[in-house]
T-cell receptor, first 117, second 110 residues
Framework: EAGVAQSPRYKIIEKRQSVAFWCNPI?????LYWYQQILGQGPKLLIQ????????DSQLPKDRFSAERLKGVDSTLKIQPAKLEDSAVYLC???????????????FGEGSWLTVV | RKEVEQDPGPFNVPEGATVAFNCTYS??????FFWYRQDCRKEPKLLMS???SGNEDGRFTAQLNRASQYISLLIRDSKLSDSATYLC???????????FGPGTRLSVLP
């Protein structure tokens, strides 16, 4: 089974520039997450989609971050304009939508490493 | 108070040692609990789910105390390959709200 795919793996941009990350979840996973992980910290949820609807975006800095999942499959996360403190790994993850007997869990892509200089 | 808190670490232990990690969570409605492992510059990967009765997977044992809102992970006979950051994860009844702790870093030394 193919895992969560993300691109690009690495990106270096100057502050105030824009960047976009792409994610394709595991086939059949209705729930898609974007997490931000700063070095030395645990992943922090930015936004959660259920199919193409937003479930939780309370921690997304909406003045500069945006995300969409128009067809309920793949998703893009955009940052515009970038700040130095946005340097982090952006992890996309997916999970099943419904609870099953063995429990639902979350699977991550390899992440997109962003450095803002 | 943070939703999920963990031992600050790092833990530096010799090979063969037993090491225990602790985690507390603030949301009493949480229903699902996990330990994830994250290697340096890699994505987090599921290590094991944590069940109310406690569960064991080889050298790894997880315990849950709902009354105290406390989760633990015990690693016996530590191997060099166990060196990683261990993340405590808590989710709601629908498995849809996964909250990660800050992680505890383990270094197993030869």
């Amino acid at each position: 089974e193919a895992g969560v795919a993300q691109s690009p793996r690495y990106k270096i941009i100057e502050k105030r520039q824009s960047v976009a990350f792409w994610c394709n979840p595991i086939s059949g996973h209705a729930t898609l997450y974007w997490y931000q992980q700063i070095l030395g910290q645990g992943p922090k949820l930015l936004i959660q989609f259920q199919n193409n609807g937003v479930v939780d975006d309370s921690q997304l800095p909406k003045d500069r971050f945006s995300a969409e999942r128009l067809k309920g499959v793949d998703s893009t996360l955009k940052i515009q304009p970038a700040k130095l403190e946005d340097s982090a790994v952006y992890l996309c993850a997916s999970s099943l939508a419904s609870w099953d007997r063995t429990g639902n869990t979350i699977y991550f892509g390899e992440g997109s490493w962003l450095t803002v200089v | 108070r943070k939703e999920v808190e963990q031992d600050p670490g790092p833990f530096n232990v010799p090979e063969g040692a037993t090491v225990a990690f602790n985690c507390t969570y603030s949301n009493s409605a949480s229903q699902s609990f996990f330990w994830y492992r994250q290697d340096c510059r890699k994505e987090p990967k599921l290590l094991m789910s944590v069940y109310s009765s406690g569960n064991e997977d080889g050298r790894f044992t997880a315990q849950l105390n709902r009354a105290s809102q406390y989760i633990s992970l015990l690693i016996r006979d530590s191997k060099l390959s166990d060196s990683a950051t261990y993340l405590c994860v808590v989710a709601d009844n629908y498995g849809q709200n996964f909250v990660f702790g800050p992680g505890t870093r383990l270094s197993v030394l030869p």
